[in-house]
């Protein structure tokens, strides 16, 4: 079975700093997908960024990047000049099955931000 | 556009008490599922439906009935609420061909059961 495991529980950084969220997954599969999602204090679930596994090209978008490594089966994300609105929970998220799979959902790492 | 919608936001119920958590979008999404988040867990999957009349089980069914009679709802229903149904419920949808590209979330139900 699929798994996600986000080993750190809490991380803080201090504003203008780089944090790396860390993540880790089990499968089988060739053809899958990998995201990190944001869930701010408003409950609301934020897509942030999202990585093919069969691209090896590290997926960024503006102050987000990741560091996907395929054979060590991990998912790292990095948030360069960290700013006070990036305090939330971080979830890393596994997508199987083709265009009609599920997600699995790591435990989440919840960020704070130091001004 | 609205996006995913859930109604109500919160929810109180008794044990023993049924309700159904509302969820509709109006994107034409064919791919619609639903999700509850615990503390520590992340959130894990109830059901999910990959179009109307179709609906499977997802990580944790039991306690939770689900249909799809219409593309734009997909409706949550506790038959009889448990303490251990406490959680935030989330829906989430896709275009069906497209699910790989991430979900849309709904802003989610806050159910307490006393």
């Known amino acids: 079975a699929q798994t996600v495991t986000q080993s750190q529980p809490e991380m803080s950084v201090q504003e203008a700093e780089t944090v790396t969220l860390s993540c880790t997954y089990d499968t089988s599969e060739s053809d899958y997908y990998l995201f990190w999602y944001k869930q701010p204090p408003s409950r609301q679930m934020i897509l942030v960024i999202r990585q093919e596994a069969y691209k090896q090209q590290n997926a960024t978008e503006n102050r987000f990047s990741v560091n996907f490594q395929k054979a060590a089966k991990s998912f790292s994300l990095k948030i360069s000049d960290s700013q006070l609105g990036d305090a939330a929970m971080y979830f890393c998220?596994?997508?199987?099955?083709?265009?009609?799979?599920?997600?699995?959902f790591g435990k989440g790492t919840k960020l704070s931000v130091k001004p | 556009n609205a996006g995913v919608t859930q109604t109500p936001k919160f929810q109180v119920l008794k044990t023993g008490q049924s309700m159904t958590l509302q969820c509709a979008q109006d994107?034409?999404?064919?791919?619609m599922s639903w999700y509850r988040q615990d503390p520590g867990m992340g959130l894990r999957l109830i059901h999910y439906s990959v179009g109307a009349g179709i609906t499977d089980q997802g990580e944790v069914p039991n306690g939770y009935n689900v249909s799809r009679s219409t593309t734009e709802d997909f409706p949550l229903r506790l038959l009889s609420a448990a303490p251990s149904q406490t959680s935030v419920y989330f829906c989430?949808?896709?275009?069906?061909?497209?699910?790989?590209?991430?979900?849309?979330f709904g802003s989610g139900t806050r159910l307490t059961v006393v």
């Open positions: 994107m034409n999404h064919e791919y």
């Open positions: 998220a596994y997508h199987y099955g083709g265009s009609q799979g599920n997600l699995i």
């Open positions: 989430a949808s896709s275009f069906s061909d497209r699910a790989s590209y991430g979900y849309t």
